[in-house]
């Protein structure tokens, strides 16, 4: 059965619950990007929000769990061994009631194996321990990519979404499109003097795009807004869709630099992809390199907007927006220095 969209009813977006009654919530991956900004944001409602995180956590284990009572400031911190099921009674749920979990949760690296285990593996002990408990809602950050599920991350994550949906709780899950950190790697590229690369002319594809904030508001706002339960919530930022070319040109108008492209074929992916493949059947390190490469080519040829599944096409205007930072106005601030860029484990440029 294919899960009821939010855009199916074409109903228009319920105005965040202003009136949201204190919760009690526990948070998965709140050390992450969006799991700290969906922290902060849950806090600043005034929901108790309580979150599960590993003793070493952030890109290579960075944070220490002082770090993490700084970064995560108003909610208080539970540290346990996520792939371990006796630690979710004992470390994160120890009895107590909650009226939700919310869970930004997912994979570093999008490598296979790692997916499976995490962005499935993890959330399956997750639900089980959500059931157990009594946990009444499930609210799940997944991507809006696995409309179309050829990577093994994304096949990891819809399994674990239809997994949700048949649980008999009461589920959201939350598929956004692009968010700026994926979208700013090639600032520094810009400022040494380089061109901005495409693939194609890149027109290929386009996005709405979100930022951290919004997207936090959204997740949080999953909780009260009945409109939101049980749905899959396909979600993008504010205005019409952007192409990379867009993005580049805008990046060399606030440098004050006449725009510079250096155009790449997805054709080299192939090539690239088809090398580690059969290289990686004799080391297995660049299976997982073929795998990156595999997403690589994903992001240069699709786009991160809703598919009319009867057409094959993207449609910027079936894609719902929310909030209301732009990528464009980011950028200015990345350029100006009030924001800092953001790379994790598998940034691509
Ligand atoms: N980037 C995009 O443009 C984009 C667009 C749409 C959707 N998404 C999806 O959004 C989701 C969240 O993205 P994000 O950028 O916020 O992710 P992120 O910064 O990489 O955070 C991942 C979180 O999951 C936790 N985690 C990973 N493995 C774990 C494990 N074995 N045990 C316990 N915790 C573990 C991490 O904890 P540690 O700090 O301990 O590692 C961290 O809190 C992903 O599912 C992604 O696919 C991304």
Same mark, same amino acid.
């Given at each position: 059965?294919?899960?009821?969209?939010?855009?199916?009813?074409?109903?228009? !977006? &319920?105005?965040p619950a202003g009136n949201a009654r204190p919760r009690?919530?526990?948070?998965?991956?709140?050390? $992450?990007?969006?799991?700290?900004?969906?922290?902060?944001?849950?806090?600043?409602r005034g929901h *108790?929000?309580?979150?599960?995180?590993?003793?070493?956590? $952030?890109?290579?284990?960075?944070? /220490?769990?002082?770090?993490?009572?700084?970064?995560?400031?108003?909610?208080?911190?539970?540290?346990?061994?996520?792939?371990?099921? *006796?630690?979710?009674?004992?470390?994160?749920?120890?009895?107590?009631?909650?009226?939700?979990?919310?869970?930004?949760?997912?994979?570093?690296?999008?490598?296979?194996?790692?997916?499976?285990?995490?962005?499935? #593996?993890?959330?399956?002990?997750?639900?089980? &321990?959500?059931?157990?408990?009594?946990?009444?809602?499930?609210?799940?950050?997944?991507?809006?990519?696995?409309?179309?599920?050829?990577?093994?991350?994304?096949? &990891?994550?819809?399994?674990?979404? @239809?997994?949700?949906?048949?649980?008999?709780?009461?589920?959201?899950?939350?598929?956004?499109?692009?968010?700026?950190?994926?979208?700013?790697?090639?600032?520094?590229?810009?400022?040494?003097?380089?061109?901005?690369?495409?693939?194609?002319? =890149?027109?290929?594809?386009?996005?709405?795009?979100?930022?951290?904030?919004?997207?936090?508001? %959204?997740?949080a706002d999953?909780l009260d807004n009945?409109?939101?339960?049980?749905?899959?919530?396909?979600?993008?930022?504010?205005?019409?869709?952007?192409?990379?070319?867009?993005?580049? !040109?805008?990046?060399? !108008?606030?440098?004050?630099?006449?725009?510079?492209? @250096?155009?790449?074929?997805?054709?080299?992916?192939? /090539?690239?992809?088809?090398?580690?493949?059969? /290289? #990686?059947?004799?080391?297995?390190?660049?299976?997982?390199?073929?795998?990156?490469?595999?997403?690589?080519?994903? %992001?240069?040829? !699709?786009?991160?907007?809703?598919?009319?599944?009867?057409? =094959?096409?993207?449609?910027?205007?079936?894609?719902?927006?929310?909030?209301?930072?732009?990528?464009?106005?980011? %950028?200015?601030?990345?350029?100006?220095?009030? /924001?800092?860029?953001?790379?994790?484990?598998?940034?691509?440029?």
């Open positions: 059965m294919r899960p009821r969209m939010a855009s199916d009813s074409q109903r228009p !977006e &319920a105005a009690r919530v526990l948070v998965l991956g709140a050390t $992450g990007t969006i799991g700290q900004a969906t922290t902060l944001a849950l806090v600043a *108790e929000v309580v979150c599960f995180v590993r003793a070493r956590a $952030g890109v290579r284990g960075r944070l /220490a769990p002082a770090d993490n009572a700084q970064r995560l400031a108003g909610a208080s911190l539970r540290v346990g061994n996520l792939t371990d099921p *006796e630690s979710w009674m004992r470390d994160a749920f120890r009895g107590e009631a909650f009226d939700g979990v919310v869970s930004c949760l997912a994979s570093r690296t999008g490598a296979p194996k790692d997916a499976w285990a995490v962005d499935h #593996g993890v959330h399956q002990l997750a639900l089980a &321990a959500s059931k157990a408990a009594g946990v009444p809602h499930f609210v799940l950050l997944s991507a809006i990519c696995v409309q179309k599920p050829v990577l093994a991350f994304q096949q &990891a994550k819809l399994a674990f979404e @239809q997994e949700l949906i048949a649980s008999g709780l009461r589920w959201s899950i939350v598929r956004p499109t692009a968010f700026f950190k994926s979208l700013s790697g090639q600032v520094e590229r810009l400022r040494r003097g380089k061109a901005f690369l495409v693939f194609g002319d =890149g027109r290929l594809t386009a996005c709405k795009p979100i930022s951290d904030g919004d997207l936090a508001e %959204y997740l999953c009945t409109a939101r339960h049980d749905r899959v919530l396909p979600i993008g930022g504010p205005g019409e869709a952007i192409t990379p070319r867009q993005q580049g !040109e805008r990046l060399f !108008e606030l440098l004050g630099r006449p725009p510079r492209f @250096q155009q790449v074929s997805p054709a080299f992916l192939d /090539a690239i992809i088809g090398v580690l493949t059969v /290289a #990686g059947r004799i080391v297995p390190a660049l299976a997982d390199k073929a795998e990156l490469a595999r997403i690589g080519r994903y %992001y240069a040829t !699709e786009s991160m907007l809703v598919l009319d599944q009867a057409t =094959g096409r993207y449609d910027a205007a079936a894609t719902p927006s929310t909030g209301s930072d732009t990528l464009f106005d980011y %950028y200015a601030r990345l350029m100006n220095g009030a /924001a800092l860029p953001e790379r994790g484990d598998h940034a691509v440029f």
